[in-house]
């Protein structure tokens, strides 16, 4: 009961306060899925148990608010609610039990947290007298997830609850995105709050503030190094997309005349289109790209972190070129290549604050570098894979015939793996916010749950979903959430009965030593049907077009396998340990 | 191998020092010494870490990296002549009937370690020093039977004259009573 300070205690204990209004005491759930709402969470992936069941019971009143998702398994959840994330730049929520529902989400939150995803995890615990007993299902999900996650909080009373998703939702989706992680105990799902619910948005922490704004000074010195550029070669990454810098990015091209990569999660932020876009970086990346990345004299990297997979060898990583490092992450300035002109800032605000100081150019004889790499690629690799001649179909060919369907401008999803870089290779992205996969932690069974997360942001986009068949085999119980939800989530499964990509290096790298690569699969149209989804096989290529339009026509949820070459391989190639002009071609 | 000193200062809540410690953890980075404790502000923490490192870079990428924990108010990395350090070491020394009697004069005077509990049959002897010194004491006493030593961890001020306030102008920190 609240007190008012200017009325006497003995007024107090003489009147009961009857005819006073109490203020609503909500308990710690419905607070929790008020400030859901608070927050703009119009969907949420999750799975009930024991210790979210208060959450549960109260999401049952906010389901003309807040759309609810069933997923199949945990992980599935993590998933959806990064490829939600992913492709409308909002913060995905899923919500999980304690222990398993908890330990489930662990490779959601570590694919998030490597592929900088906004995502915030509810997740249930044991009552907090019964933290640190071993109670049933209670796993220390706080120190368990420390690493992979941005921040993450154990909550242990329903007062704390606003505050806490607040500053959740903020940490979760400023700077640098990531996932967070709240972790709240039963006995605060459960308990009054104290005073009336009230929610006032997080717009800034004492401890946190990320730079948005690069500093003047900083992208001064970035203008001097492209302007005196005679060579330079643009990178950019998932920053550029996870800012919204797209236009600022053509800008910036189109003004510098300067040769422009992507990495793998930039992908589509330019269109394949554009004449300054010369292809993508790193391991399975284009021929030109690579080979003259040890050629060029600048390299100006946007939103991108030097991956491994990009960089091959370091030691002979662009030793000849400077470098303008535009991200908003400080911690990955310097950290695998040095930057001669480092821009700590979101990437939208830094194009906008070069875009004035960078000289018109033209780079025209530079640009055509490029193409004389290109035309040996086309003629090696390109066509020969795009008009086979051998009997099976091969997994290009299914791709680039639907992007010319799709007019490269549906929402494409990739697993990982060989099918994974060949969509990379043969999509032809020509709309921003296209392709969604995991990059950095290469989450088999990433695409399949995270293609109705997407689908369910942007419910008016083709969603396709492109899997090979083991990964499929890794979350295919989210067919059945699929079905349940009704989403149209075109599915093509690229099946040559093999882990592609592990078999490929087995052949290159370990003396055609195939260890477990090669698997015994189900039938997945069967077992689509039986989840209620509606799918065909195409053998043929001769049938390939009927397939696909057939695919595509479909208002439902569609599954397409397609039976591929067995032994097909990704070329260019990088080897791991290789230098980038080193790439292979066969 | 240089000896660097990090100054991590932290918001006062739980799991922080396990936040912190994963990111050495994860590196391969050893922690020679940590010591942690409340600042002259109410709720902010002050982590002393003492690494070793062949490489400046690496302690660089370490400090950003432990900047990027949402809790950490700031971070700095010292070399020894940017800071002023100590720490606190105790001994417990063996002294049975009709041993060698302990020189305590010299403990004093010389080394500036002071006996800070007598037992019949051993003392507890305190010594504030650096690292060096601490061991040239140990040196000294080993003869006598140690039987326990201990040592606090260093424990560092930066020389500059800017403080914390001057890093983080936007907070408005109550001060610790």
């Not at chain 1, 249930?124 to 992979?148: K, M, R, S």
Request: proline share 4%; glycine share 6%.
């Amino acid at each position: 009961m609240e007190f008012n300070e200017n009325q006497t205690e003995t007024v107090q204990i003489a009147e009961p306060q009857v005819s006073v209004a109490k203020p609503e005491l909500i308990n710690g759930s419905h607070a929790l899925i008020r400030s859901l709402i608070e927050e703009g969470v119009e969907t949420i992936f999750g799975y009930p148990g024991g210790a979210i069941m208060p959450v549960y019971d109260a999401i049952y009143d906010y389901q003309d608010q807040v759309n609810h998702i069933l997923v199949r398994h945990e992980q599935g959840a993590a998933h959806a609610a990064e490829g939600f994330a992913r492709v409308t730049g909002r913060v995905g929520v899923c919500m999980v039990t304690s222990g398993p529902g908890a330990t489930n989400l662990v490779t959601g939150i570590a694919d998030a947290i490597i592929d900088s995803t906004p995502m915030v995890c509810i997740v249930g615990q044991v009552a907090a007298h019964l933290l640190g007993t071993d109670a049933f299902q209670e796993t220390d999900v706080i120190g368990v997830t420390i690493p992979i996650t941005k921040w993450n909080y154990q909550v242990t009373r329903a007062d704390e609850i606003p505050e806490i998703i607040a500053k959740a939702f903020y940490i979760a989706k400023s700077g640098r995105p990531g996932p967070v992680l709240v972790d709240i105990t039963k006995n605060a799902q459960q308990e009054l709050m104290s005073k009336s619910f009230t929610y006032k948005k997080c717009e800034k922490l004492v401890s946190y503030h990320p730079r948005v704004s690069p500093k003047q000074d900083q992208v001064e010195a970035a203008a001097k190094l492209i302007n005196e550029a005679k060579k330079p070669f643009l990178f950019f990454g998932h920053g550029v997309q996870i800012a919204g810098a797209e236009q600022e990015l053509l800008r910036f091209i189109e003004k510098t005349d300067v040769p422009a990569a992507s990495t793998l999660l930039g992908l589509s932020s330019v269109s394949v289109d554009h004449p300054n876009y010369v292809g993508w970086l790193g391991m399975h990346g284009n021929y030109g790209t690579n080979v003259l990345t040890n050629q060029c004299d600048l390299i100006i990297a946007v939103g991108m972190r030097f991956d491994d997979r990009v960089t091959g060898d370091l030691s002979r990583y662009a030793k000849q070129a400077k470098i303008v490092h535009i991200e908003i992450d400080p911690a990955e300035i310097d950290k695998i290549m040095k930057a001669d002109a480092p821009v700590v800032g979101d990437a939208k605000k830094a194009l906008e604050q070069l875009l004035p100081l960078v000289k018109e150019n033209n780079h025209q004889e530079w640009r055509a570098e490029f193409k004389k790499f290109d035309a040996i690629e086309d003629e090696k690799i390109t066509q020969p894979e795009l008009a086979p001649t051998t009997e099976k179909i091969k997994m290009a060919e299914v791709i680039r015939t639907l992007s010319d369907k799709t007019k490269g401008e549906a929402v494409i999803l990739a697993d990982v793996g060989q099918h994974q870089m060949m969509t990379a290779r043969y999509y032809q992205f020509k709309k921003p916010n296209s392709f969604i996969t995991s990059g950095g932690l290469g989450t088999m069974g990433y695409a399949l749950p995270a293609a109705f997360g997407v689908k369910v942001g942007v419910p008016d986009r083709e969603v396709v979903a492109i899997i090979g068949d083991g990964c499929f085999q890794m979350t295919i119980q989210e067919l059945g959430t699929i079905a349940q939800s009704g989403l149209p989530v075109k599915i093509i499964i690229l099946n040559n009965n093999f882990l592609g990509m592990v078999r490929q290096w087995q052949q290159l790298f370990h003396q055609k030593r195939y260890s477990f690569v090669e698997l015994q699969n189900p039938d997945f149209i069967t077992i689509a049907k039986g989840f209620g989804i509606d799918g065909h096989t195409c053998a043929e290529r001769e049938n390939l077009h009927a397939s696909l339009d057939k695919m595509l026509a479909s208002d439902k949820p569609y599954l397409l396998e397609v039976l591929v070459e067995k032994e097909e391989n990704v070329f260019p190639m990088v080897p791991t340990g290789a230098c980038v002009a080193d790439i292979r071609l066969e | 191998m240089t000896t660097y000193t990090i100054c991590v200062f932290t918001e006062n809540t739980i799991g922080i020092l396990n936040k912190i410690t994963t990111i050495l953890t994860r590196r391969r980075i050893n922690i020679d010494s940590l010591t942690v404790s409340e600042t002259e502000r109410k709720g902010i923490s002050r982590f002393t870490i003492v690494i070793h490192s062949e490489s400046r870079e690496v302690v660089e990428k370490l400090v950003r990296q432990i900047r990027k924990v949402i809790e950490v108010l700031a971070v700095f990395g010292y070399l020894n002549e940017d800071i002023a350090f100590n720490e606190i070491a105790m001994f417990k020394i063996s002294t049975p009937i009709g041993a060698k009697p302990l020189d305590i004069e010299t403990i004093n005077k010389v080394y500036k370690a002071w006996v800070v509990y007598w037992h019949l049959t051993y003392v507890i002897i305190q010594k504030t020093g650096t690292e060096e010194e601490i061991f040239e004491f140990f040196d000294y006493i080993k003869p006598h039977e140690i039987l326990e030593f201990v040592r606090s961890g260093r424990v560092a001020v930066s020389k500059s004259p800017q403080t914390l306030v001057d890093y983080l102008p936007e907070a408005e920190w109550e001060y610790y009573q």
